[in-house]
């Protein structure tokens, strides 16, 4: 059934609307053609990147271009794109799908994949001309060129928009001369094309432009060395410099000055998809965790039998089961969404672009929640595998260096959180999303005498649906009181934003695993979901406790007296269960589950 306008949340409501379980798009409910498309990566995965990852780890850069080339052919750097310009217009969950599963076999694969599909490639589909994608997108759709994104630079990485590199319009107006240095550019040494930014005369924005490059001819090309990194080893990361390098006016991206605009809206698209990247990996770093688990003895007993590794592997299996769920899930929002303005007239390039821009503070928040599950989950790879885990014989190693890029490529996670919470506020202020009302009924809701009548629990999840309310009521109640404390004044307070928006990506994560555990159980049935539904609680339990600490400390920093007694005891009525899960238990049933299938199985 097509989604219409009022089935779908608008990018941040999910903080003020309660979402149904039937609303949201889950793992499960892949077409029949996605799920041919998920074999089809896996069996890529495995065949091209996974068979070859000690090539990965020695720096093997030509193994990365021609793995590569290989995914072209087979059309998987052309999912996202229109079928005008060559590709197979798959959807966003598509695309998405072949980001997740063609991303764990190596980051250094993942890397190039993410830089050329994402950022390389989406500038020009996003804001291109006619004449430019026809030229271009065709050949980028089907890797016969690969592309690279030229943003950074040794002093403009966070502040992208503070470039020093320069365009100068020639003097018969027919071409820019682009002079300036970029850094850490991804494909770097095998790309054929660079979106890169420059700034023309004193403009306050930068302007985005289409650049060859062609070896034979490099144009005042130059590369750096490869750069020697911690991880995604044979991911290529060169310095870019341009000397007098002729770019055509009919390669300027969107117009003068909309740089800054497009390398935003390409990261948004590129923060998901870094989302979707990192999921694979965790499923992968836990299956192969609790498979040496399962093997490896000591005081003559499997070391997955140990409480001590049940915690780790149920832990790391219901924060993968989390990410999964609301990374699909705003997946579909945003293909609904672009979906719903093609129908109402929106050209395909304008339909993507406001859908993806609805769904940005999603996509800030899945990229940090999924780039730290992962990391966390490496880290705690490394130890079930114990000294092994720090050798370089055994996966764990490359797997944790690996994920470590994360959290800082795509924006840091740190403009990624305080981003999150300013573009609320943004949306709050320009009427989007009504935080005020709901602000104010929380406010109001304190002042009342709470209900002591006995909840009735008896509905799967009754409490749980109940306390992701009450978490949301703690973020308005804090966030409300920060806003009106602090006013315009509150960006210089980084720490209370960095709180408030851990607080928020607690909240869209667990409501997630909720909402698809409870889709489930009531499609197949309580009984085959019991592992999932454990595994949302379990996630839940651990987010009340972040929500907790951090709605805490921020009440304590900006309120004082009668005011932070009252918020205090808010706080506690919003974190409080009735009837508190066993927790313990509860990682025992997941890890049972996994140990029993020996991988990550749900
Ligand atoms: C392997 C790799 C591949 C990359 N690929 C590309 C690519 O293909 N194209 C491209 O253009 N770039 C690329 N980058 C660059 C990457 O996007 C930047 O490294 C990143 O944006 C951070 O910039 P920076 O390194 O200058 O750090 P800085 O901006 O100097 O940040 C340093 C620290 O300060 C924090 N910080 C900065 N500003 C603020 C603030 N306002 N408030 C609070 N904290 C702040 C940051 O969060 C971080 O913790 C890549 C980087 C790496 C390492």
Redesign the pocket.
Known sequence: MEATEKDILRGGQFLVKETKCEDVFTPEDFSEEQKMMKEAVMEFNEREIIAHKARFEAKDYALTEEVMRKAGELGFLGVAVPEAYGGLDMGFVSTLLVCDYISSGTGSFS?AFG?HTG?GTMPITLYGTEEQKQKYVPKLATGEWFG?????EPGA???ANSGKTTAELSADGKSYKINGQ?M????AGFCRLMIVFARIENDKNITGFIVEYDKTNPNGITLGEEEH?LG?RA?S?RQVFFNDTVVPVENMLAGRGEGFKIAMNALNVGRIKLAGACLDSQRRILTTAVQYANERKQFNTPIADFGAIKYKLAEMAASAYAGESATYRAAKNIEDRIALRQAAGNSHQEAELKGVEEYAIECSILKVAVSEDVQNCADEGIQIFGGMGFSEETPMEAAWRDAR?AR?????N??NR?LSVGMLVKKAMKGHVDLLGPAQAVQDELMGIPSFDTPDYSELFAEEKEMVAKLKKLFLMVAGAAVQKFGPELDGH?QLLIAASDILIEIYMAESAILRAEKNAKRFGEDAQVVQIAMAKLYLYNAVSIVEKNGKESIISFAEGDEQRMLLMGLKRFVKYTNYPDIVDLRLAIAEKVKAENKYCF
Do not use: F, H, P, V
């Open positions: 890397t830089a950022i690279a994104y030229c943003l950074t990485g966070s502040d970029k850490w550019i991804s494909n990194k995604i991911s990361t890029i800082i490529y795509e924006g840091t740190e403009i305080m980084q």
